[in-house]
């Protein structure tokens, strides 16, 4: 079963998953087990606790599901482009991968860390309140990161967000590798087919949820699709 609410920590959001138990919504209970289980690209970076460990989630640039038996998960999802200030690393050394929180702080402050969160009657807000403590000793993120993001999410083009923030092609793909992981085009893709997924989800149809997210055509959704998730809209949906 899966939960999740906004977090204290400005543009986060914190989320649990147990294993069993009814889905908690009909969004969670469409599509495949597969599509249910697994994790979609969405520009962030997780911090992640299960049953003693801590880990990192980087961001995706494919669907990721996780191996092993089922366990209990809590996780603080970070804004688009803000992970890295707080945990420390750039976010394209992680691109694509778990890595245990041990590989990025030292051990003993976090196997201190997984105790306490082990020991709390509420493991997720335990863990929030890890990531609220890092987050108030570490650098804030760059505002323009925001800029970025909201831009592209409003469907701007690369070349005209780079523009209008003043930064030219070269300097904002710098940035976006060490903010998100990967380049503004790459980011861009993956915020345009979360539009579209969010839309198809609720309803709308195939085609029309392909224009309004910024897809040339329906075709060209269901190519993004199977490249980024490897996946199909109907098995993503519970939709023909």
């Known amino acids: 079963m899966y939960a999740e609410r906004a977090s204290r920590l400005p543009g986060a959001v ?8 009814p889905a908690p919504d009909a969004d969670a209970a469409r599509g495949s087990e597969r599509a249910r289980s697994a994790v979609l690209p969405d520009g ?13 989630a980087g961001p995706d640039t494919r669907s990721h599901v996780p191996e092993g038996p089922p366990r209990r ?3 603080v999802r970070f804004h688009p482009g803000t992970a890295p200030a707080y945990l420390g690393v750039p976010a394209h050394e992680l691109r694509d991968r778990r890595v245990e929180l041990t590989d990025l ?3 003993a402050e976090v196997r201190r860390l997984a105790a306490r969160i082990d020991a709390a009657a509420d493991p997720v807000l335990a863990l929030e309140e890890v990531a609220l403590l890092r987050a108030a000793q570490a650098p804030p993120p ?69 224009l309004r997210a910024g ?26």
């Open 14 to 21: 914190v989320w649990s998953r147990a294993p069993g138990g």
């Open 44 to 56: 962030c970076m997780d911090l992640l606790w299960t049953e003693g460990r801590l880990l990192v």
């Open 73 to 75: 998960w809590a996780g």
């Open 105 to 107: 702080w030292p051990a």
């Open 142 to 210: 760059d505002p323009l990161l925001r800029e970025v993001v909201a831009a592209l999410e409003a469907g701007r083009p690369v070349a005209e967000t780079a523009d209008r923030l003043g930064l030219g092609a070269r300097r904002l793909h710098r940035r976006s590798l060490t903010a998100f992981g990967y380049g503004p085009k790459t980011l861009a893709r993956i915020l345009r087919l979360q539009r579209a997924l969010a839309l198809a989800r609720d309803d709308e149809p195939f085609a029309v949820a392909a």
């Open 215 to 240: 897809f040339a055509d329906q075709a060209h959704l269901a190519r993004d699709v199977r490249e980024l998730t490897g996946m199909t809209l109907g098995e993503l949906t519970g939709r023909r």
